[in-house]
């Protein structure tokens, strides 16, 4: 039975970190957006999207990406720069999305 509650506890604490390395990834995220030009608005939406459909590589790739205030349209221009498909799918989605006020509030 001992092994069965090991297994359960390990199970919940993994969850739990998965959800905290989530929260911080969607932090650092947002910051690189708004480092990035975006407004907080835009960048707090887009983050809470991309976070769960991008790998780490693909959002360091996003940190990079800094500069004086800038459209979105201009963002998503400089990221296909980055020819990665995956990143641009995800980016244009998720700008289009909040640009429109159409992304769903996550909770």
Same mark, same amino acid.
């Given at each position: $039975? ?6 359960? %506890?390990?199970? %919940?604490? !993994?969850?739990? !970190?998965?959800?905290? /390395? !989530?929260? *911080?990834?969607? #932090? =650092?995220? =947002?910051?690189?957006? /708004? ?7 835009? %960048?707090?939406? $887009?983050?809470?999207? $991309?976070?769960?459909?991008?790998? *780490?590589?693909?959002? +360091?790739? *996003? ?15 400089? /990221? =296909? =720069? ?9 980016? /244009? ?6 640009? $429109? #006020? *159409?992304?769903?509030?996550? +909770?």
């Amino acid at each position: $039975m001992k092994p069965i509650v090991l297994v359960t %506890a390990a199970a %919940a604490l !993994s969850l739990v !970190s998965t959800g905290c /390395v !989530s929260k *911080l990834a969607e #932090g =650092r995220v =947002r910051t690189a957006l /708004v480092d990035a030009g975006l407004s907080h608005a835009n %960048a707090a939406c $887009m983050a809470a999207r $991309m976070t769960d459909r991008l790998s *780490l590589g693909q959002l +360091r790739r *996003l940190e990079a990406l800094q500069a004086p205030k800038r459209s979105l349209a201009d963002y998503v221009w400089t /990221v =296909r =720069r980055l020819d990665d498909p995956q990143l641009v799918q995800v980016t /244009v989605s998720a700008a289009a999305l909040c640009a $429109m #006020g *159409l992304a769903p509030e996550k +909770r």
